[in-house]
């Protein structure tokens, strides 16, 4: 059972919540979110995960829960979201109040040839995390719901938990690769975050 797709657009939608960051970490899932963050232009305080799949949500809550006084965003395809499924218990039980999960959802797996992916047969993403205990956890379809819940993802006073799946269509967008080595990476966000003592 499908439910119709949405017609907004991903590289819009990621625009929209990235152009009210402020200060956010964001820690974007291997594939098109990574493409998606970096269409947006490039900073030293995003995280691209490369081969890694299933990892983007437990690396974000490492972060959030090092990093309680800023607030940190991961944004995550709907494949990667399944693959790692069980982080959503572990973020309800931690309770990170500054950590924001997006799933960018286009009921597909793009990166391998665009199949059919669970949400698109009736799994439903937000009842999974409401069910493990996420009390902000929303449904979006539409520009004008996609409003509604960027405070709520993005805010940093008072900060809260949030989970927010956003239904966007399967057009593709343009590449916008970022860099893909993973010690440069680190490094770099490292730096970000500690200066010079990153290094010693």
């Not at 399944?82 to 990166?111: C, F, K, W």
């Not at 989970?163 to 593709?172: D, L, S």
Request: some cysteine.
């Amino acid at each position: 059972m499908s439910i119709e797709v949405s017609s907004l657009q991903r590289r819009t939608v990621v625009g929209a919540i990235l152009r009210q960051r402020g200060d956010a970490l964001v820690v974007a899932s291997l594939g098109n979110p990574c493409y998606d963050v970096m269409a947006q232009g490039d900073r030293p305080d995003n995280f691209y995960v490369w081969g890694a799949m299933g990892g983007t949500v437990p690396l974000a809550l490492g972060l959030a829960l090092a990093q309680p006084g800023r607030r940190v965003l991961a944004l995550v395809g709907d494949g990667e979201m399944m693959m790692g499924l069980g982080s959503l218990a572990t973020v309800a039980v931690q309770r990170p109040r500054n950590l924001s999960i997006v799933v960018i959802d286009n009921e597909h797996y793009a990166e391998t040839g665009m199949q059919r992916a669970h949400t698109g047969r009736g799994v439903d993403l937000v009842a999974v995390a409401r069910a493990v205990g996420f009390g902000q956890a929303h449904q979006v379809r539409t520009s004008a719901e996609l409003d509604q819940r960027i405070a709520l993802l993005v805010g940093n006073d008072p900060g809260e938990l949030a989970f927010v799946a956003v239904k966007v269509g399967t057009e593709p967008a343009p590449m916008a690769l970022p860099p893909r080595d993973g010690p440069y990476l680190r490094s770099r966000f490292r730096e970000h975050l500690l200066g010079a003592a990153a290094h010693e």
